[in-house]
T-cell receptor
């Protein structure tokens, strides 16, 4: 399976602290994406990192990718209560007309005010 | 743009009844995806379309499930007959797909349909 697996399953931190979530996968990928899901809502894309990239930043988000270890991490700096949500990694395979994302089981992040 | 639109938002039905879920993708998107989310199995891809043509339906759990995309602005996911184990949140997502820029490979999700089969 190409499914990403997140670690930890749940994370609780204080506002202002940094939150780090990890994702491991099993096969070659074209890209790895991170999505966020607030309770009762659909998923929202956060950031995409390609297989030939090692690190990417977007605002308070920092994503790393290690293709040799088949792992990625998402760092949220200076967390806020509004960051409370589930975070999913998704491994992307794109070839011809094939465009598929396989999602992991997610990390539930709780940021305490 | 209103984003991906799904209807109904909530559906409660009895076992054996037919259920039809509807999705309107973002205008101009070439790809449409149907997912199912449960606590036990997480987010599973059921089927996806490119230019209204099904590309991969290997995730469809069984013959009781069917999906159609008669045109670029509408898709349905039908369950007939429904069973209690079909209870889940069903998401529709769309993407541009036709290119390699980040926005073209990003999937945009609808709010989901919460299905409860009694």
């Amino acid at each position: 399976s190409q499914q990403g697996e997140e670690d930890p399953q749940a994370l609780s931190i204080q506002e202002g602290e940094n939150a780090t979530m990890n994702c491991s996968y099993k096969t070659s990928i074209n890209n790895l994406q991170w999505y966020r899901q607030n309770s009762g809502r659909g998923l929202v894309h956060l950031i995409l990192i390609r297989s030939n990239e090692r690190e990417k930043h977007s605002g308070r988000l920092r994503v790393t990718l290690d293709t040799s270890k088949k792992s990625s991490s998402l760092l949220i700096t200076a967390s806020r209560a509004a960051d409370t949500a589930s975070y999913f990694c998704a491994v992307g395979i794109s070839s011809g007309s094939a465009r598929q994302l396989t999602f992991g089981s997610g990390t539930q992040l709780t940021v305490l005010p | 743009d209103a984003g991906v639109i799904q209807s109904p938002r909530h559906e409660v039905t009895e076992m054996g009844q037919e259920v039809t879920l509807r999705c309107k993708p973002i205008s101009g998107h070439d790809y449409l995806f149907w997912y199912r989310q449960t606590m036990m199995r997480g987010l599973e891809l059921l089927i996806y379309f490119n230019n209204n043509v099904p590309i991969d339906d290997s995730g469809m759990p069984e013959d009781r499930f069917s999906a159609k995309m008669p045109n670029a602005s509408f898709s349905t996911l039908k369950i007939q007959p429904s069973e209690p184990r079909d209870s889940a949140v069903y998401f529709c997502a769309s993407s541009f797909g036709a290119g390699w820029e980040e926005f073209q490979e990003t999937q945009y999700f609808g709010p989901g349909t919460r299905l409860l089969v009694l």
